[in-house]
């Protein structure tokens, strides 16, 4: 697939050239407010490239702020849930709500946080057929009630987590996660933001 750079003194933006990174206004990184141009300077220094979610969701500075610190809030926690645990609920609830970046994008991460190259697939296509704790499958299980029936949710399915070991904090992240990804899937997918190539062989093989 064919890949142009856009480079300027502080960014370094790859794009597939046949697929534009949003259906929508993708703003001048350098134009951006100082907050947000450090972020996504961070974000790059770190991973080596800029994510798009971050270019797409850039034209609405309030909105970015908002996302990010409550992906963050989420998902950057070193209390209740591994950090792998929250990638494998959002792996697995991104592939219910077929979004092919949040699949591609946390599949990416899910196998480094995991140390595991095959979880993300698994997790992906059928998370009941993936190589789980019964732990995990108690997790997933409320995870996929949330995405897809929250309104049948009830007291048996609180039970069942507390007998798999889950604190009230890991439930409510668990659904906050699902919860979340589950309106990042729906703005991803109605704005047409496609994975950056990166994502799709980062831990592939084992280190």
């Not at 889950?166 to 659904?175: L, V």
Request: some cysteine; charged content about 25%; hydrophobic content about 45%.
């Amino acid at each position: 697939m064919s890949i142009t750079s856009a480079v300027n003194v502080n960014f370094k933006v790859t794009t597939v050239t046949d697929q534009p990174i949003s259906r929508f206004a993708v703003p001048d990184l350098s134009a951006l407010p100082a907050d947000m141009q450090d972020m996504i300077r961070t974000v790059q220094e770190k991973s080596g490239f800029v994510p798009n979610i971050f270019l797409a969701l850039a034209h609405r500075p309030a909105e970015f702020r908002a996302f990010f610190a409550y992906h963050d809030a989420l998902m950057e926690k070193d209390e209740g849930l591994s950090k792998a645990e929250r990638e494998l609920i959002v792996v697995a609830t991104s592939g219910l709500n077929r979004c092919q970046y949040c699949v591609v994008a946390h599949g990416a991460i899910l196998r480094i946080r995991a140390k595991n190259p095959l979880i993300a697939d698994q997790a992906a296509v059928n998370w009941r057929k993936a190589d789980l704790t019964d732990r995990q499958r108690a997790m997933l299980d409320y995870a996929e009630k949330v995405t897809l029936r929250a309104d049948e949710i009830g007291d048996a399915d609180h039970r069942a987590l507390a007998q798999a070991g889950f604190t009230p904090d890991e439930i409510w992240d668990i659904a906050a996660i699902a919860a979340f990804f589950g309106m990042s899937n729906r703005l991803v997918n109605a704005s047409d933001i496609p994975p950056n190539e990166e994502f799709y062989l980062l831990g592939r093989l084992p280190r």
